[in-house]
């Protein structure tokens, strides 16, 4: 029986398969794109797929997409718990997953877990948020696109995200709301980014590569 892995090339969702088992895949809401004869097939997890269908009954003249039909997932990060046990509670309407080091939000992606948005503070101890979304930006350019930082102090913030784009050779660092945020506001940026239509290139490769690499990682 041979273990393969299955990889989203935008979010980094992945799961284990076997080579007789894409029917359980297909259960659990992964479809299968076929290409030319003797190439491997390509996979979209539910997650995507659901997001796929949505932008396919967009309208391209509206201004803005329907709300989603699912709630959105965010990560919220954050090293001080009082705050992040604040915030998240602002967030009620929303699937929240809290962590308090950006260590600990990578950790998150990197077990393949899936969120529509990221939302982290940006001076925190070891890494700071503009660190963190570099990171998310090589490893998750999807996910990149859907960051929002926060910051008690905005001006050294936006110093911080310059010094970093800088060193990390970025051309765009995420907008940054003032700490503390207005419930209202907090929740519409977020939605606006959760939002985003998705791109149409994404697929999912089933690699005895990616299998190997992550091995080697545990």
């Known amino acids: 029986m041979t273990?393969?892995?299955v990889v989203c090339s935008?979010?980094?969702?992945?799961t284990a398969a076997v080579e007789w088992g894409f029917v359980l895949l297909a259960r659990h809401?992964?479809?299968?794109?076929?290409?030319d004869a003797g190439s491997e097939p390509r996979w979209r997890c539910q997650a995507c797929g659901e997001r796929l269908a949505y932008a396919d009954t967009w309208d391209d003249n509206m201004d803005e997409p329907p709300a989603s039909k699912r709630r959105l997932r965010v990560?919220?990060?954050d090293d001080q718990l009082l705050v992040l046990r604040a915030t998240a509670s602002m967030l009620s309407e929303l699937d929240v997953v809290t962590v308090d080091s950006a260590a600990e939000a990578l950790g998150r992606l990197a077990e393949g877990s899936h969120f529509d948005v990221v939302v982290s503070d940006v001076s925190m101890p070891g890494m700071t948020g503009a660190e963190l979304f570099a990171h998310i930006h090589e490893r998750y350019p999807y996910l990149s696109q859907r960051v929002l930082l926060l910051s008690g102090d905005s001006y050294a913030a936006s110093l911080l995200c310059t010094a970093v784009a800088a060193r990390e050779h970025l051309t765009a660092m995420p907008r940054i709301l003032d700490k503390p945020v207005p419930r209202d506001e907090l929740v519409?940026?977020?939605e606006q980014l959760g939002r985003l239509r998705p791109p149409r290139?994404?697929?999912?490769?089933?690699?005895?590569?990616?299998?190997t690499t992550r091995r080697e990682t545990k």
């Open 75 to 77: 990560l919220l990060v």
């Open 201 to 211: 290139s994404g697929t999912f490769t089933i690699t005895e590569q990616a299998a």
């Open 29 to 35: 809401g992964w479809s299968a794109r076929l290409g």
């Open 10 to 14: 935008d979010c980094g969702e992945s």
């Open 3 to 5: 273990s393969s892995l």
């Open 188 to 190: 519409r940026a977020i």
